[in-house]
C-alpha cells in the first residue's frame, strides 16, 4: 500500500515537473514575441526619424545658402533636396542627372553652392 502511494505521488511530481517546463517554455516565447515586436516598431520609428533628421539637415542647408535670395518655389526645393541628399550619398554627377531628367551641367550648377564649400576646406588644409 505504501509503495502504490509513493509510485503515485512520484508520478505526479513528474507530470507537474513536465508540465512546469512546458508552461515556461510558452511563456517565453510570448515574451520573445512581444520583446520581437517591439524591436521591430522602434527600429521603424528610428528610420523614420533618421529620414526626417536627413531632410531637415537639408533644408537647413538649402535655406542657408538661399538666405538673402529669393525663395525657391517648393518643386524646387524638393528637387535640390533630392539631388542634394543623392549627391551627399555618393551618387555621380552622370547618375543624379539621369534621374532626375536634367543635364549634367544643370545638376553641377545646382551643387556648386554646396560642393564649394568643401573644396575650400581641402584648400585650407593643404
Given at each position: ?120 576646406r581641402g584648400m585650407a588644409a593643404q
Amino acid at each position: 500500500m505504501m509503495g502504490w502511494a509513493l509510485a503515485i505521488l512520484f508520478g505526479s511530481a513528474v507530470i507537474l515537473l513536465i508540465l512546469s517546463f512546458i508552461k515556461t517554455a510558452q511563456s517565453k516565447s510570448s515574451v520573445e514575441q512581444q520583446i520581437e515586436h517591439s524591436s521591430i516598431s522602434l527600429m521603424n520609428e528610428v528610420h523614420e526619424l533618421q529620414k526626417q533628421i536627413r531632410n531637415i539637415e537639408l533644408d537647413a542647408e538649402i535655406t542657408a545658402k538661399q538666405a538673402g535670395a529669393m525663395e525657391a518655389s517648393a518643386k524646387e526645393r524638393l528637387l535640390l533636396r533630392e539631388i542634394l541628399d543623392m549627391h551627399k550619398r555618393g551618387y555621380s554627377i552622370e547618375s543624379i542627372s539621369s534621374k532626375n531628367g536634367l543635364n549634367p551641367h544643370e545638376v553641377e550648377m545646382m551643387l556648386a553652392p554646396y560642393t564649394a564649400r568643401k573644396m575650400e576646406r581641402g584648400m585650407a588644409a593643404q
